[in-house]
């Protein structure tokens, strides 16, 4: 049985990176900043 995966839109990582940023304590997700091209997330701050 094989199974198809869905990509992810650029919106929906961004998405799920930021959450996995205010998942964590140390970090201020407010202060970082995301962009996604072409499945790649470069993060500034």
Known sequence: M???TIPKSGKQ???DV?????WDARLQPDEIGGIVKDGVVTLTG
Do not use: R
């Open 2 to 4: 094989t199974t198809a």
């Open 13 to 15: 990582i961004q998405k």
């Open 18 to 22: 930021i959450a996995e940023l205010k």
